[in-house]
């Protein structure tokens, strides 16, 4: 049964809206998987919420970004596809990629830095993308991929600041508010923002009063200083071990930051690696730590007071973990 939700608001110029999130999904929906929605009662107590996991860590490839990887790919004309597809990435945006291109037929180049773990690196090659390494920094990432670009006549993919991969991402708020219209707040991890732009433009669009609530590591809060600036701030040295989330906001997602999610709450590195532990032990699912930053919000001292909030989603983004370099002992 489709939900009620309260009337839409008027669209806004960002770089998705709610029609091409609806066409997003209608168009990965053959490849995507719909992820469940779990509970957990020890949780809901620690956080004195009722709260709906989005188990992203579910999709293909062990994270969100497979969908917004995928509607971008489906969307290029065929002749440019033959050309295939370029992007850098260290992590859960190379593995989507690879696969989706695979899914299409079609190539995929990955620049990634020389000192990407392994068993990444093996994931993509796994997915049959062509790895490229480079130096380990932004600087080498983009020039590489520019001159890769250059000699194979590909379309790039970036990993978050691009229209359709953005449309792609806000799939999961549909999914989200099909099977649970009743809540009053969804807590995004955030990184480059293109996770939370998609998942913010749509829930608002179906539900002007939800709360979209950003949640980002301390060691890597440039969102939460670029909101409250009023302007992008450079990403922060990369030493939180939330390595999903060291990215900085992107031009086309720091507008629905800025404009659309309520808050950011910063998180500690210890809270990020109790609460990663704590879903592992209690609910038996395997979470990276970008997820665990969402975790550690919903069980937060913030969160008792927000005394309006009774139903809380929470995005597990992602579960691909390095057990070489876990947390905890």
Same mark, same amino acid.
């Given at each position: 049964?489709?939900?009620?939700?309260?009337?839409?608001? %008027?669209?806004?110029?960002?770089?998705?809206?709610?029609?091409?999130? =609806? +066409?997003?999904?209608?168009?990965?929906?053959? !490849?995507?998987?719909?992820?469940?929605?779990?509970?957990?009662?020890?949780?809901?107590?620690?956080?004195?919420?009722?709260?709906? @996991?989005?188990?992203?860590?579910?999709?293909?490839?062990?994270?969100?970004? !497979?969908?917004?990887?995928?509607?971008?790919?489906?969307?290029?004309?065929?002749?440019?596809?033959?050309?295939?597809?370029?992007?850098?990435?260290?992590?859960?945006?190379?593995? &989507?990629?690879? #696969? %989706? &291109?695979?899914?299409?037929?079609?190539?995929?180049?990955?620049?990634?830095?020389?000192?990407?773990?392994?068993?990444? $690196?093996?994931?993509?090659?796994?997915?049959?993308?062509?790895?490229?390494?480079? *130096? %380990?920094?932004?600087? %080498? =990432?983009?020039? /590489?991929?520019?001159?890769?670009? &250059?000699?194979?006549?590909? /379309?790039?993919?970036?990993? !978050?600041?691009?229209?359709?991969?953005?449309?792609?991402?806000?799939?999961?708020?549909?999914?989200?508010?099909?099977?649970?219209?009743?809540?009053?707040?969804?807590?995004?991890?955030?990184?480059?923002?293109?996770?939370?732009?998609?998942?913010?433009?749509?829930?608002?669009?179906?539900?002007?009063?939800?709360?979209?609530?950003?949640?980002?590591? *301390?060691?890597?809060?440039?969102?939460?200083?670029? $909101?409250?600036?009023?302007?992008?701030?450079?990403?922060?040295?990369?030493? /939180?071990?939330?390595?999903? #989330?060291?990215? +900085?906001?992107?031009?086309? /997602? !720091?507008?629905?930051?800025?404009?659309?999610?309520?808050?950011?709450?910063?998180?500690?590195?210890?809270?990020?690696?109790?609460?990663? =532990?704590?879903?592992?032990?209690?609910? $038996?699912?395997?979470?990276?730590?970008?997820?665990?930053? &969402?975790?550690?919000?919903?069980?937060?001292?913030?969160?008792?007071?927000?005394?309006?909030?009774?139903?809380?989603?929470?995005? #597990?983004?992602?579960?691909?973990?390095? #057990?070489? +370099?876990?947390? @905890?002992?």
């Amino acid at each position: 049964m489709t939900p009620r939700h309260d009337a839409a608001v %008027a669209p806004m110029c960002y770089a998705a809206d709610l029609d091409s999130i =609806r +066409a997003a999904r209608r168009r990965i929906e053959p !490849f995507a998987l719909r992820t469940p929605v779990l509970t957990s009662a020890t949780l809901d107590e620690i956080s004195g919420r009722r709260l709906a @996991f989005k188990c992203e860590i579910f999709q293909r490839t062990g994270s969100f970004k !497979f969908r917004g990887a995928t509607n971008a790919i489906r969307m290029i004309d065929d002749e440019s596809a033959a050309r295939g597809v370029v992007t850098h990435s260290s992590g859960n945006h190379a593995q &989507a990629l690879a #696969l %989706a &291109a695979r899914m299409r037929g079609i190539s995929a180049h990955v620049v990634m830095p020389s000192n990407s773990a392994q068993i990444k $690196k093996d994931a993509v090659r796994g997915y049959g993308a062509t790895i490229i390494e480079c *130096e %380990a920094t932004l600087e %080498a =990432r983009e020039s /590489t991929a520019a001159r890769v670009l &250059a000699q194979t006549g590909g /379309t790039m993919i970036p990993p !978050f600041n691009h229209p359709n991969v953005i449309a792609g991402q806000g799939t999961i708020a549909l999914e989200l508010l099909d099977e649970c219209p009743q809540l009053d707040c969804i807590i995004v991890p955030l990184g480059g923002g293109g996770l939370i732009s998609g998942i913010a433009i749509a829930a608002k669009a179906l539900k002007p009063s939800i709360k979209i609530i950003g949640a980002e590591p *301390e060691l890597a809060g440039d969102a939460a200083a670029s $909101k409250r600036e009023g302007s992008i701030q450079p990403a922060m040295t990369p030493l /939180t071990i939330a390595d999903g #989330l060291r990215t +900085a906001l992107g031009p086309l /997602t !720091f507008p629905v930051v800025r404009d659309l999610v309520d808050e950011i709450v910063l998180v500690s590195e210890d809270d990020i690696a109790l609460h990663m =532990r704590l879903v592992w032990e209690r609910m $038996k699912i395997t979470i990276e730590p970008s997820a665990a930053v &969402a975790v550690a919000v919903a069980c937060s001292a913030w969160m008792r007071q927000q005394h309006d909030l009774a139903d809380v989603g929470v995005i #597990l983004c992602g579960g691909n973990v390095d #057990l070489a +370099a876990l947390p @905890f002992d």
